[in-house]
């Protein structure tokens, strides 16, 4: 019983110590990420539109 009180007390403990990231640093990181996971979806989109074009080219 010693270990669980010892390990919530830790846990607890842990938690206080926590940095949450600003409002300011989660919007620049979310338009980041929306930014980056469209250029790979557009880039994704040429290779595979080049590779289907060549595709239908070969076959």
């Known amino acids: 019983m010693k270990k669980i ?3 919530i ?3 607890r ?3 206080f110590k926590i940095v949450w990231p600003s409002r300011d640093t989660v919007i620049r990181a979310t338009i980041m ?3 980056f996971s469209g250029l790979a979806a ?3 989109f040429v290779v595979d539109s080049g ?3 060549l595709m ?3 076959f």
């Open 13 to 15: 403990g842990e938690w």
């Open 56 to 58: 239908g080219w070969i």
């Open 51 to 53: 590779l289907n074009a």
């Open 5 to 7: 009180l010892d390990y």
């Open 42 to 44: 557009l880039f994704f």
């Open 9 to 11: 007390k830790s846990v």
């Open 33 to 35: 990420i929306l930014i």
